[in-house]
């Protein structure tokens, strides 16, 4: 039987057998940079495979760089052997400053046995893993154009078409050519301030907000400023005092469960925004990202304006993969229109057929919405758990969101969160303090909690033991020797 | 048997039939806004379907926006109707200037019957389809984390330690910090400029170069300066001259096969650009994208200077899929670090593991040389004939290149390319003009061919009667009456 009839397995087997030969041969020096590798008819004589197992072999060890192919004269031992993979390769700094990006790239950049209550995303089991499968065994037969070309410049119409549906659902209404896809949300809300600001332009964010707007904010070159958050939404007074006093471009903030604190923003308070907004001609971008977390649809700045002034964006990693990156922007046509051709110039388009089939194949089918409800039922549970456990440990929630993985907590008094971060990293468990989310840097006593990474028992005591050294090695810098270098001061990003 | 057991094609009809009915239902006005649908299970007796059938007909109609559900009460038809979709939604304006953005738009959003020898990329069926669905199977496969998590801040590490082996081939040594995974070779030249350039600084370019250079650079707000590109690089005195004259900050080129020439830089001139870099401390970015495509590896900026000044970018959206998107960074260490900090800010990181995966998948097993290989015999083949009938039409290529699929052409004396572009819509052939390429404006006599792109016999019968109607209308105008709008002069974008 040719070896090609095999089931793909058993022909899979036997190469991995000629490859580890070869490596084999490598260790043992038998085979030293230069040498020409056996004939690929000799080495399947040897091996009692097929040539194109053997085919197959070198090729793979070639593409590893291992050896490589010189046309007509068979396969060769790469004279540039690989530097060895540094063990600790990917494995994130600890000695840098406690700032946005140190969430970030802990969260990462941690090892499959790291706890992470600090991370921005869900467990990969929560995903509606069922569905992403279904999709990728129907992409495997989709057409040529689908798997290979680039897409069109907005993106996949049948997604877009999606969009417009599930806007259709608020009573918000969208044509096509108001919304525009993107590789991922952050990059929708980066595309965006390409588009409108300047450096030196003043940008409203909430006080506190999600941490990666005050990162994002300071690559553009902007003057950042926080407006307290409260339990409906941001504090309206001093938002229009800021308004008056220092003419921002704009205001980014999160509607529906609002990251880090969970809250929900009221009609109320989003209809004096959106006429704050109005009369000092600012412009606002929504980020929707949390929305299909909420039990019920709560007020959108969007829906109430029309997109007069607002901008909607959002993305799918949230809920269904952070892994098939796709986000979205909705706008005025004539703003999309000078979206596109931007995402041209600084990405040559967005996300490709792949993504954005991807994400319409498991919106479109009822697996998603199931796996939604299911989701908000395990974080109803998930949320009053953790927050019992918190407590036990004179953590206390600020507020009990509606919905959303999110606790936003006061440690226990005297702890400063951004040192209990850095000392947890001994037990490997990535924490979000308090100030990484705070402009104005006045959070240091608050920590946000994913309540869905926090189902690990490891996770409570592990918790403990830090808010403990902590606590300790506060009072050893008070006595005049710490315990561990201090945390740099920040860049105050 | 139980539907659930049907196979899942007959399930899709059966689904499919109910969406439809509901969907007629709607279009007679049978069911109007606000209407409650039939129940599940007496619908399902209606259709002699199971009630899981119909609800996931109903799950989907859902979730395009047509129906909605209301918790315990069942599906009502959306109060808000979706607007009707635009038949012309996605079509590029004919309208706009001839400029960059022009050929981007035309090339992405051109209809199926297009026929588009000025686009930058092969025709899907010219990918390694057989590997790329191969890989979608694999994928549905693969654990959760892969399918559902964002992956680490620099990307998959197989798809760097694979690159690793593919520099090495070349001789060029580079460790896995080295090396940044980005959303697309674009981004990974986007990211770079963002790190290197602030609005004001001089970069320089090959004239003519990639048209979305010019875009990108001009979204950077930096100064532009072109060098005339010769048969074997850019001249060189004309390069040094830039240096002691403009300070440039930066200079991106193509090596391997020049965009849109197709010349390969010699090893002399190589050599002497690195040396006047060396001596203005200019940092050089070598977009090294068409690299498969040569029939043997020539000089290359990054392994003569090893990364000291020299940042190579690549990506495999010409060679693999432009739809998976993956593209790649390769540079210092400390560079490399603070552009994973740049990403996390405007992007959350770039592509995800299911990319990566992808890509690593196809590049690792031995398809993807194969096909290559294939490719290559294919393209000199077409470069051939595409150029033989080109002459017929008295269009001349300006050099024969080694490989790759463009043909830098001049045209029949006194034809304008922009206009025989512009003309040639009305063919549905989307041509790329010269001067997009050029940010002297002086290549109105040139035109990019792809020649891939080239196989349609009527590619060539509409490109006839283009240059024919660009030569009249420049008569008529030339009378004083234009046969068609003027072209805008162009905002020398």
């Given at each position: 039987m040719a070896d090609t009839a095999l089931p793909s397995r058993r022909k899979e087997t036997r190469t991995d057998a000629v490859m580890q030969a070869v490596r084999a041969k490598l260790a043992s020096r038998?085979?030293?940079?230069?040498?020409?590798?056996?004939?690929?008819?000799?080495?399947?004589?040897?091996?009692?495979?097929?040539?194109?197992?053997?085919?197959?072999?070198?090729?793979?060890?070639?593409?590893?760089?291992?050896?490589r192919a010189r046309r007509g004269s068979g396969f060769y031992v790469a004279s540039a052997a690989l530097p060895p993979l540094a063990l600790a390769d990917d494995r994130p700094r600890r000695d840098r400053a406690v700032d946005p990006f140190w969430v970030s790239r802990q969260s990462l950049d941690a090892g499959p046995e790291a706890l992470k209550p600090g991370c921005g995303w869900l467990p990969a089991d929560w995903m509606p893993i069922a569905a992403l499968r279904r999709e990728f065994r129907a992409l495997s037969r989709a057409g040529d154009a689908v798997l290979a070309d680039y897409g069109s410049a907005r993106g996949s119409l049948p997604l877009r078409r999606l969009l417009m549906g599930r806007f259709a659902e608020e009573g918000l209404e969208v044509s096509s050519d108001q919304l525009l896809l993107t590789p991922s949300g952050t990059q929708a809300i980066d595309l965006i301030c390409r588009f409108l600001l300047r450096p030196g332009d003043t940008v409203l964010v909430d006080d506190p907000c999600y941490f990666n707007f005050r990162a994002l904010l300071r690559a553009h070159q902007v003057k950042l400023v926080g407006v307290p958050y409260r339990a409906s939404g941001p504090d309206v007074g001093i938002f229009e005092a800021a308004l008056s006093a220092e003419r921002p471009r704009l205001y980014i903030t999160n509607s529906a469960l609002h990251n880090p604190t969970g809250a929900t923003l009221s009609a109320h308070t989003a209809h004096r925004l959106l006429n704050a907004a109005a009369a000092h001609d600012l412009t606002v971008v929504e980020d929707d990202i949390f929305a299909d977390f909420e039990p019920e649809a709560s007020a959108r700045l969007a829906a109430l304006d029309g997109f007069e002034r607002v901008i909607r964006i959002g993305s799918f990693s949230k809920t269904l993969s952070a892994s098939v990156r796709c986000g979205y922007i909705a706008a005025r046509a004539d703003w999309i229109e000078d979206l596109v051709d931007l995402q041209i110039?600084?990405?040559?388009?967005?996300?490709?057929?792949?993504?954005?089939?991807?994400?319409?194949?498991?919106?479109?089918?009822?697996?998603?919405?199931?796996?939604?409800?299911?989701?908000?039922?395990?974080?109803?549970?998930?949320?009053?758990?953790?927050?019992?456990?918190?407590?036990?440990?004179?953590?206390?929630?600020?507020?009990?969101?509606?919905?959303?993985?999110?606790?936003?907590?006061?440690?226990?008094?005297?702890?400063?969160?951004?040192?209990?971060?850095?000392?947890?990293?001994?037990?490997?468990?990535?924490?979000?303090?308090?100030?990484?989310?705070s402009v104005s840097q006045s959070a240091a006593a608050f920590m946000r909690f994913n309540v869905a990474q926090c189902g690990d028992p490891r996770v409570m005591a592990a918790l403990g033991r830090a808010l403990e050294r902590g606590g300790e090695s506060r009072r050893a810098r008070a006595r005049g020797k710490a315990a561990f270098p201090d945390p740099t001061p920040g860049d105050n990003l």
């Open positions: 038998a085979l030293a940079a230069g040498d020409r590798l056996p004939s690929i008819r000799r080495f399947a004589a040897t091996m009692g495979v097929s040539p194109s197992t053997v085919v197959e072999a070198y090729d793979r060890l070639a593409a590893e760089g291992l050896i110039a600084t990405g040559f388009g967005g996300p490709g057929p792949v993504a954005a089939g991807l994400v319409a194949g498991v919106l479109s089918g009822g697996g998603y919405r199931k796996n939604m409800e299911e989701m908000r039922r395990r974080l109803a549970r998930a949320r009053r758990e953790v927050a019992a456990k918190l407590r036990e440990l004179g953590i206390e929630p600020w507020l009990m969101p509606r919905g959303g993985f999110y606790l936003w907590c006061r440690l226990p008094d005297g702890c400063d969160s951004a040192e209990v971060a850095r000392t947890a990293l001994a037990d490997n468990l990535v924490l979000a303090p308090g100030d990484v989310f």
